[in-house]
């Protein structure tokens, strides 16, 4: 069984079925492809001018789920996974149980949220959230600054700029210094990785013949509005500066989406570069739990051509577990995708070095939300911490941060961060919330329904 239908789900599934493998793939889209690839069969052909030849690399992946041994279950939500390979997911209000001899969870990255005063109002949204509407929606954002740090700032001012919406400017939080820091530190990763640099150069040459204005050293971020976003007010080159707009495209890099694997017990470290936890594998993506795998940016960044080995790496290990190929027949079609997610992986400790996170946003003024689902500030949690609050998880007592529909995925990294300064920790020890199903929200006739099937199931046995 696969959770996730990305770059890494989509290419275990196809090599699982090709060893002959029967695989169950689950995704919560109702298209494959993840965020990367979202609704690439459709997009590529309508947008292509817009996205990129990148994206349309995603066609190939999405099209070999058409094996007659794998089975697609869209807008299937994952709630609750045991240990024994046992997974609860509901589609369309049906609950449904299953278990599998092995299970690979590929459930991606996600956004890191980028908690500055303002990041609540109307108009404030997320670079990623504005790709979605241009991939699955055609929808365009007008009057927008794109506003944080990463890569994919650079991808998507380029795309609105092919679809003639440029960004009225890029605010930067990275600097120069960052840059020259990650190449004393990494610069023989950035030279083995040359093709991924070579595409952020050529994104910041097109920015430059559109004409988008780049400030970069940003600091004191904020946005401006009362009812909704009505300027974005920075400081910059020594400069404060303030800029009218209606839409703020906030980035904050990504971070793996380790909701699932975290609900199993799966041990997870502090990844300092990344600031985010990462769950425990071996070569393979075999964590410590037998027959539970973890693929893809799911178990740390590494971009989407990473995913799509280290998910076909997984399913060869799957597979030879199984004993549907032998040792050596794995070990040989392994060695070519290890030695090319190594040099895929190369660049990541000189990127992640040249895009740090922005520091006012990891540990935000006292007056930010942090929990928007419970609207719980960062001076509330930093009070937390003198009360005694050691943990994330203390905290749900104190006041209900990421006890809300989102469940931790927004502001967890956000209230670890703040109780490791406030407590004088570090964020490894401070630790994240404690992941119980149902990891997603699940309603009570969804439960009572599956009770009953059980139930059904007990007397048709008798």
Known sequence: MVVGAGPAGMSAAHTAADAGLSVLLLDEQNRAGGQIYRDVERAATARSAVLGTDFSKGLDIVRSLRHPKITHVAGAVVWQIERDARVAYTV????????????????????????????????????????????????????????????????????????????????????????????????????????????????????????????????????????????????ARGRQHQMDCSTVLLHHGVVPNTQAALSLGVPHHWNELQRAFIPERDEWGRTPLPGIFIAGDGAGIGGAEAATMAGRIAALAIAGEIGAITQAERDAAALPL????????????????AYPPYANALTPADDTIVCRCEEVTAGDIRRYAKLGCRGPNQTKAFGRPGMGPCQGRSCGLTVTELLAEANGRTPRDTGYFRVRAPVKPVTLGELAALAGQHEHDKETSQ
Not at 112 to 123: D, E, F, Q, S
Not at 174 to 189: K, P, Q, V
Not at 344 to 352: I, K
């Open 92 to 235: 369309q209000g049906e609950a449904s149980v299953v278990t599998a001899k092995c299970l690979l969870i590929a459930t991606g990255a996600l956004e890191r949220p980028m908690p500055i005063p303002g990041w609540t109002l109307p108009g404030a949204m997320t670079a990623g959230a504005a790709q979605i509407l241009v991939k699955q929606s055609g929808m365009l954002i007008e009057n927008a600054v794109l506003a944080g740090c990463g890569p994919l700032l650079y991808l998507v001012a380029a795309q609105m700029c092919r679809a003639g919406t440029p960004p009225l400017a890029l605010v930067e939080t990275g600097s120069t210094a960052n840059i020259f820091s990650a190449f004393l530190n990494h610069g023989l990763g950035a030279v083995l990785g040359w093709r991924q640099l070579a595409k952020g150069l050529d994104l910041l040459k097109e920015l430059r013949s559109s004409a988008v204005k780049r400030f970069t050293g940003a600091s004191a971020l904020a946005i401006v509005g009362d009812e909704h976003v009505e300027a974005i007010r920075f400081k």
């Open 338 to 353: 290890h030695r090319g997610l190594r040099r895929e992986l190369a660049a990541r400790p000189f990127v992640d070095r």
